[in-house]
Protein backbone atom coordinates (compact mmCIF):
# COMPACT_ATOMS: atom_id res chain seq x y z
CA UNK A 1 0.00 0.00 0.00
CA UNK A 2 1.29 3.38 -0.91
CA UNK A 3 0.20 6.28 1.32
CA UNK A 4 0.21 10.25 0.19
CA UNK A 5 3.05 12.10 1.56
CA UNK A 6 0.90 14.37 3.89
CA UNK A 7 -0.53 11.59 5.77
CA UNK A 8 1.05 10.11 8.73
CA UNK A 9 1.68 5.79 8.47
CA UNK A 10 -0.55 5.83 11.85
CA UNK A 11 -3.39 7.35 9.35
CA UNK A 12 -3.09 5.38 6.77
CA UNK A 13 -3.27 2.46 8.70
CA UNK A 14 -6.88 4.04 10.04
CA UNK A 15 -8.14 4.33 6.63
CA UNK A 16 -6.95 0.96 5.68
CA UNK A 17 -8.79 -0.35 7.85
CA UNK A 18 -11.90 1.94 7.21
CA UNK A 19 -11.51 0.45 4.06
CA UNK A 20 -12.42 -2.78 5.16
CA UNK A 21 -14.95 -2.16 7.27
CA UNK A 22 -16.97 -0.41 4.38
CA UNK A 23 -15.78 -2.85 1.65
CA UNK A 24 -17.55 -5.67 4.02
CA UNK A 25 -20.50 -3.33 4.62
CA UNK A 26 -21.02 -2.04 0.99
CA UNK A 27 -20.88 -5.80 -0.04
CA UNK A 28 -23.66 -6.53 2.45
CA UNK A 29 -25.73 -3.73 1.95
CA UNK A 30 -25.01 -2.84 -2.14
CA UNK A 31 -27.55 0.25 -2.17
CA UNK A 32 -26.29 1.32 1.30
CA UNK A 33 -25.34 4.47 -0.76
CA UNK A 34 -23.71 6.23 2.38
CA UNK A 35 -21.21 4.00 2.92
CA UNK A 36 -20.43 3.74 -0.41
CA UNK A 37 -19.50 7.53 -0.16
CA UNK A 38 -17.37 7.20 2.73
CA UNK A 39 -15.68 3.84 1.04
CA UNK A 40 -15.19 6.18 -2.09
CA UNK A 41 -13.85 8.92 0.67
CA UNK A 42 -11.62 6.08 2.26
CA UNK A 43 -9.81 5.75 -1.18
CA UNK A 44 -9.35 9.38 -2.56
CA UNK A 45 -7.63 10.22 0.80
CA UNK A 46 -5.43 7.29 0.41
CA UNK A 47 -4.64 8.03 -3.28
CA UNK A 48 -6.48 4.90 -5.13
CA UNK A 49 -8.05 6.42 -7.77
CA UNK A 50 -8.86 3.05 -9.76
CA UNK A 51 -10.22 2.14 -6.81
CA UNK A 52 -12.39 5.71 -6.30
CA UNK A 53 -13.13 5.18 -9.49
CA UNK A 54 -14.88 1.51 -8.93
CA UNK A 55 -16.29 3.12 -6.03
CA UNK A 56 -18.35 5.62 -8.03
CA UNK A 57 -19.95 3.42 -10.26
CA UNK A 58 -21.36 2.16 -7.29
CA UNK A 59 -22.47 4.87 -5.91
CA UNK A 60 -23.92 5.63 -9.04
CA UNK A 61 -25.81 2.76 -9.42
CA UNK A 62 -26.74 3.11 -5.58
CA UNK A 63 -28.55 6.53 -5.94
CA UNK A 64 -30.15 5.64 -9.03
CA UNK A 65 -31.98 2.18 -7.40
CA UNK A 66 -32.82 4.56 -4.62
CA UNK A 67 -34.10 7.35 -7.23
CA UNK A 68 -31.90 10.14 -6.06
CA UNK A 69 -31.18 11.14 -9.99
CA UNK A 70 -29.82 14.16 -9.15
CA UNK A 71 -27.31 12.27 -6.57
CA UNK A 72 -26.56 9.88 -9.30
CA UNK A 73 -26.21 13.01 -12.22
CA UNK A 74 -23.15 14.64 -10.15
CA UNK A 75 -21.29 11.47 -9.44
CA UNK A 76 -21.51 10.98 -13.33
CA UNK A 77 -20.23 14.52 -13.86
CA UNK A 78 -17.55 14.21 -11.04
CA UNK A 79 -16.21 10.62 -12.41
CA UNK A 80 -15.94 12.42 -15.95
CA UNK A 81 -14.20 15.19 -14.51
CA UNK A 82 -11.61 12.72 -13.57
CA UNK A 83 -11.87 10.15 -16.90
CA UNK A 84 -13.44 12.45 -19.66
CA UNK A 85 -12.80 10.23 -22.27
CA UNK A 86 -15.49 7.45 -20.32
CA UNK A 87 -18.20 6.80 -23.36
CA UNK A 88 -20.11 4.42 -20.37
CA UNK A 89 -20.06 7.10 -18.48
CA UNK A 90 -21.56 10.16 -20.56
CA UNK A 91 -24.45 8.18 -22.03
CA UNK A 92 -25.29 7.03 -18.40
CA UNK A 93 -24.92 10.85 -17.75
CA UNK A 94 -27.62 11.47 -20.84
CA UNK A 95 -29.78 9.06 -19.56
CA UNK A 96 -30.02 10.27 -16.20
CA UNK A 97 -30.55 13.49 -17.76
CA UNK A 98 -33.20 12.51 -19.66
CA UNK A 99 -34.92 10.87 -16.68
CA UNK A 100 -34.40 13.61 -14.41
CA UNK A 101 -36.21 16.16 -17.09
CA UNK A 102 -39.23 13.31 -17.11
CA UNK A 103 -38.97 13.15 -13.61
CA UNK A 104 -39.31 17.11 -13.35
CA UNK A 105 -42.08 17.08 -15.33
CA UNK A 106 -44.38 14.70 -13.86
CA UNK A 107 -44.27 15.92 -10.79
CA UNK A 108 -46.15 18.82 -11.72
CA UNK A 109 -48.59 18.63 -14.51
CA UNK A 110 -48.76 21.98 -16.34
CA UNK A 111 -52.47 22.25 -16.51
CA UNK A 112 -52.62 22.11 -12.83
CA UNK A 113 -51.45 25.24 -10.19
CA UNK A 114 -49.59 24.55 -7.41
CA UNK A 115 -52.04 25.06 -4.01
CA UNK A 116 -50.79 25.13 -0.66
CA UNK A 117 -53.99 24.54 1.34
CA UNK A 118 -52.07 26.30 4.91
CA UNK A 119 -49.60 27.65 5.94
CA UNK A 120 -46.41 25.41 7.64
CA UNK A 121 -44.10 27.51 10.10
CA UNK A 122 -40.74 25.80 10.51
CA UNK A 123 -39.11 26.07 12.99
CA UNK A 124 -35.10 25.60 13.52
CA UNK A 125 -34.41 21.96 13.84
CA UNK A 126 -37.97 20.82 13.65
CA UNK A 127 -39.20 18.21 11.03
CA UNK A 128 -40.52 20.46 7.97
CA UNK A 129 -43.36 18.09 6.79
CA UNK A 130 -46.97 19.19 8.14
CA UNK A 131 -47.66 15.60 9.69
CA UNK A 132 -44.23 15.83 11.89
CA UNK A 133 -42.61 12.86 9.93
CA UNK A 134 -39.46 13.63 8.36
CA UNK A 135 -39.01 13.24 4.70
CA UNK A 136 -36.55 10.44 3.73
CA UNK A 137 -34.22 12.67 2.02
CA UNK A 138 -34.04 14.81 5.48
CA UNK A 139 -33.32 11.13 7.26
CA UNK A 140 -30.85 10.34 4.27
CA UNK A 141 -29.19 13.86 5.45
CA UNK A 142 -29.44 12.93 9.20
CA UNK A 143 -28.43 10.22 8.68
CA UNK A 144 -25.10 11.16 6.58
CA UNK A 145 -24.15 13.97 9.28
CA UNK A 146 -24.47 11.63 12.29
CA UNK A 147 -22.10 9.31 10.20
CA UNK A 148 -19.69 11.61 9.22
CA UNK A 149 -19.58 13.02 12.57
CA UNK A 150 -19.06 9.29 14.45
CA UNK A 151 -16.34 8.35 11.87
CA UNK A 152 -15.21 12.09 12.28
CA UNK A 153 -14.78 11.73 15.78
CA UNK A 154 -13.13 8.72 15.91
CA UNK A 155 -11.11 9.58 13.13
CA UNK A 156 -11.53 6.88 10.97
CA UNK A 157 -11.92 9.10 8.18
Request: hydrophobic letters at 35%.
Given at each position: ?69 FKAILECEGILQDYPDEANIR ?17 IPPSEPTVVSKPVTIAPGSPT ?29
Amino acid sequence: MTKPTHMSEEEAQQLQRTVEMFEAITQAQPDDYQSIEILKEAYNNLGRKEDSLRVSLKLTEAYEKQGQVFKAILECEGILQDYPDEANIRKRLTNLEVQAKLNVGDSIPPSEPTVVSKPVTIAPGSPTTPSGAQSPAQLAEEGDRTLAEVLIGEKLV
